[in-house]
């Protein structure tokens, strides 16, 4: 065959691309299992992250197994159920897309249950919309349901040094001890402020400064996230309370 012809190219071309593809397959199948088990260590890191205790990638499993208590799968209405399914598994944007398609009646949402030192804490995820694209994160609550003890948030691609401040710890600091129920007992979920909030304010936190959108958008997602867990918290208090007046 002429190597200076159209037809060697052609087909030479065709070869080199079924090549690479294969081999592109290939790769992807073998490190498919890597990748995975990156993505669970990092999301176990993230959940220790916010109560405080730091861990590298190859001692995320042994600490987070070490602390956890109890992992809740809860339905819409703040039961929780039995699913095959862990806690852990969950893919709360899957979850949260069933809103869309009629079907939130069906959501599930994971709780982690951790015992860090004698002291009970209630982990969730929350999940929203930056200015660029998604934002994420966990906020642990300490055993009264309703003090913030920490929060660590995550994003996809924020502004770097407006949005993406989101993820540093100078803002997430500012949730510790923040309260996310009123004194009447009323879910209030905590606000991002722009201009700053009142150094007395239990419920809010100051905004980036230039990241308006981003901090608009931490503010919906806790409170749309964590209010799918307030029957969750109002029937925990309820058992608690009458327990103690036994």
Same mark, same amino acid.
């Given at each position: 065959? !002429?190597?200076?012809?159209?037809?060697?190219?052609?087909?030479?071309?065709?070869?080199? %691309?079924?090549?690479?593809?294969?081999?592109?397959?290939?790769?992807?199948?073998?490190?498919?299992?890597?990748?995975?088990?990156?993505?669970?260590?990092?999301?176990?890191?993230?959940?220790?992250?916010?109560?405080?205790?730091?861990?590298?990638?190859?001692?995320?499993?042994?600490?987070?197994?070490?602390?956890?208590?109890?992992?809740?799968?809860?339905?819409?209405?703040?039961?929780?159920?039995?699913?095959?399914?862990?806690?852990?598994?969950?893919?709360?944007?899957?979850?949260?897309?069933?809103?869309?398609? +009629?079907?939130?009646?069906?959501?599930?949402?994971?709780?982690?249950?951790?015992?860090?030192?004698?002291?009970?804490?209630?982990?969730?995820?929350?999940? +929203?919309? +930056?200015?660029?694209?998604?934002?994420?994160?966990?906020?642990?609550?300490? +055993?009264?349901?309703? *003090?913030?003890?920490?929060?660590?948030?995550?994003?996809?691609?924020?502004?770097?040094?407006?949005?993406?401040?989101?993820?540093?710890?100078?803002?997430?600091?500012?949730?510790?001890?923040?309260?996310?129920?009123?004194?009447?007992? !009323?879910? %209030?979920?905590?606000?991002?402020?722009?201009?700053?909030?009142?150094?007395?304010?239990?419920?809010?936190?100051?905004?980036?400064?230039?990241? *308006?959108? *981003?901090?608009?958008?931490?503010?919906?997602?806790?409170?749309?996230?964590?209010?799918?867990?307030?029957?969750?918290?109002?029937?925990?208090?309820?058992? *608690?309370?009458?327990?103690?007046?036994?």
């Amino acid at each position: 065959m !002429n190597k200076n012809s159209n037809r060697f190219t052609i087909i030479f071309a065709s070869v080199m %691309v079924v090549v690479v593809a294969v081999l592109l397959s290939l790769a992807a199948i073998g490190l498919g299992p890597y990748q995975a088990q990156n993505a669970r260590r990092e999301k176990m890191q993230n959940i220790l992250g916010s109560i405080g205790i730091k861990s590298k990638a190859e001692e995320a499993e042994k600490l987070f197994n070490q602390y956890m208590k109890e992992q809740v799968v809860l339905n819409k209405r703040g039961e929780p159920v039995n699913e095959a399914i862990s806690a852990f598994d969950i893919d709360l944007k899957k979850e949260l897309d069933k809103a869309k398609t +009629g079907d939130e009646n069906k959501q599930l949402f994971p709780l982690f249950v951790f015992n860090k030192n004698g002291t009970l804490y209630y982990i969730m995820p929350v999940r +929203g919309k +930056g200015l660029w694209g998604p934002i994420w994160g966990y906020i642990a609550l300490e +055993g009264n349901m309703n *003090t913030i003890s920490g929060v660590s948030f995550g994003h996809k691609g924020e502004t770097p040094g407006l949005g993406a401040e989101i993820a540093d710890e100078p803002f997430q600091k500012q949730f510790l001890q923040k309260e996310i129920f009123d004194k009447a007992g !009323n879910f %209030v979920s905590i606000k991002v402020i722009k201009g700053g909030a009142a150094p007395d304010d239990l419920h809010g936190v100051d905004a980036i400064s230039g990241g *308006t959108i *981003t901090s608009n958008g931490v503010t919906e997602m806790i409170k749309r996230t964590l209010a799918s867990y307030i029957p969750y918290f109002k029937a925990m208090e309820k058992k *608690t309370d009458t327990s103690s007046s036994r």
